[in-house]
Every structure is written in structure tokens, then in C-alpha cells.
Nanobody
Framework: VQLQASGGGLVQAGGSLRLSCAASGRTFSNYVMAWFRQAPGKEREFVAAIGRSGVDTYYADSVKGRFTISRDNAKSTASLQMNSLQPEDTAVYFC????????????????WGQGTQVTVSS
């Protein structure tokens, strides 16, 4: 499956952004979808994941209550609504598609989008 992430940008602290991940090539609903982020000099970090049907969601503690992951299987898209953004949220955000258990581990995702930059100014 091919993934195309979009929606990043520059925002002031306290602002909001919505990231989108468009999938093509395979049956989207077969995959668990997730967002990870990577800041300069740091490892890729789990942000949020959503199960195949969209019912089950998972969040990193650092974003719980501020970010919301969703998916539209009819449109083959996954989204990440990010509110109350803080400078520490600055990173390149990647969407991933996988079918293994362990939704918080990068190795569980076989397919990745190219990443979209999110920069939060203080």
C-alpha cells in the first residue's frame, strides 16, 4: 500500500493542525493505521493508532486528550487532529499501515508515508 501524508505546517503554541494520510494500492480496511513522529536527533516515537474498523484507538500519554485519530475506510484515509499544540510536538509526522499486533512499535508497520513537518513556535 502507498501512503501519502499531508497537512503539516507552522503553527503557534496552542494552535491546531489536521494531518491526513491517503492510502492506495491495497484494501485499506485490512490495516491498522498509526501516526509516529520523529524529532531531530531522536528515535521515531509512537503518537496514535486506530484499529481496522475505527473503533479501537490508542494514544501516547503525551498527546492523550489533545490529539484525535480517525479513519474513513470508504475514502482510504486516516487523519490526526492535533489541538493545543506545544513546541515539544515539533517533529516530522509519519503515517504507517500494518497488520501485526503491538500498535505502539514501529516494527509493526510495514508501509510508511513520506512524512510531513509540523513546527510549533512558542
Amino acid at each position: 500500500v502507498q501512503l501519502q501524508a499531508s497537512g503539516g505546517g507552522l503553527v503557534q503554541a496552542g494552535g491546531s493542525l489536521r494531518l491526513s494520510c491517503a492510502a492506495s494500492g491495497r484494501t485499506f480496511s485490512n490495516y491498522v493505521m498509526a501516526w509516529f513522529r520523529q524529532a531531530p536527533g531522536k528515535e521515531r516515537e509512537f503518537v496514535a493508532a486506530i484499529g481496522r474498523s475505527g473503533v479501537d484507538t490508542y494514544y501516547a500519554d503525551s498527546v492523550k486528550g489533545r490529539f484525535t485519530i480517525s479513519r474513513d475506510n470508504a475514502k482510504s484515509t486516516a487523519s490526526l487532529q492535533m489541538n493545543s499544540l506545544q513546541p515539544e510536538d515539533t517533529a516530522v509526522y509519519f503515517c504507517g499501515a500494518g497488520s501485526l499486533s503491538g500498535v505502539r512499535a514501529p516494527d509493526s508497520y510495514r508501509y510508511w508515508g513520506q512524512g510531513t513537518q509540523v513546527t510549533v513556535s512558542s
